[in-house]
């Protein structure tokens, strides 16, 4: 998809008035990432997780080993926990398959609904949008899972 795709998305339109938005980004588009929250109606709050991947890959000028997820918000979302730390250590797997620690720390953070945009797996609890929600397992995977993604 192209940029101007994604920001055509209809994320305003179906995300809680009060929300946030955590969106993984890829060291050379952060700037990008940026532009698509803010085309879908959310401010910048925070880093919200860095991942170390505990491996060295490649990079345009350092070599990377770590990713970022940018934390925006739109409304007042309330924080449950104040404890959910940032950084999250483990390993790397398949290309672009985010570690699964993430969706608990979310859902400590803050309450559902939850929905995962580009999803490569279904998630209890969690609506799955993308042509690729189905393509990996996830570790709190039960038989229920395949009906909520879209």
Not at 8 to 36: K, Y
Not at 83 to 107: C, F, N, T
Not at 110 to 138: C, H, I, M, T
Request: some cysteine; charged content about 30%.
């Amino acid at each position: 998809m192209s940029l101007d795709d994604i920001k055509a998305l209809p994320v305003e339109q179906v995300c809680a008035r009060d929300c946030l938005l955590f969106m993984w980004t890829v060291s050379h588009l952060q700037r990008e990432a940026f532009d698509v929250a803010a085309s879908w109606g959310f401010r910048p709050v925070s880093v919200a997780f860095v991942w170390d991947k505990g491996r060295m890959g490649m990079g345009y000028w350092t070599r990377q080993e770590v990713e970022i997820c940018h934390l925006f918000k739109r409304g007042k979302p309330r924080r449950l926990n104040k404890g959910v730390r940032s950084l999250i250590k483990a390993p790397r797997r398949e290309h672009s398959r985010k570690p699964d620690e993430q969706y608990d720390r979310i859902e400590r953070l803050v309450d559902g609904p939850y929905l995962e945009l580009f999803a490569r797996q279904a998630w209890a609890g969690w609506s799955s949008w993308g042509n690729e929600a189905g393509k990996y397992v996830a570790a709190n995977d039960n038989q229920d899972l395949l009906g909520r993604v879209a």
